[in-house]
């Protein structure tokens, strides 16, 4: 049985030639962290944003952004913290 996969949102053909390769990565990293936080690795895709925006933030200010946006869209899916046993 072959399973077919599934193609990512983010059409890769569209990036044109004269796209920086920075840009190319950004869009990568981008898109590699929304497909981290669905395949359930959500802690982890919000981490590598976080550290993404500390990055960029004094160097990069529209790509800081939108790792800013990418980390704010995917906090709200994250799982609630157990206070209770992490006292224990």
Do not use: W
């Not at 690795?41 to 790792?67: M, W």
């Amino acid at each position: 049985m072959v399973r077919e996969i599934s193609a990512s949102k983010f059409d890769y053909a569209e990036l044109q030639p004269l796209t920086p390769p920075e840009e190319q990565v950004i869009l990568l990293l981008l898109d590699a962290l929304r497909k981290l936080a669905d395949a359930g690795q959500v802690d982890a895709a919000c981490r590598i944003a976080g550290k993404a925006c500390a990055v960029l933030r004094r160097s990069d200010a529209k790509n800081e952004r939108r790792f800013n946006a990418l980390l704010h869209r995917l906090t709200r899916r994250l799982e609630p913290i157990d206070r209770s046993e992490a006292c224990e």
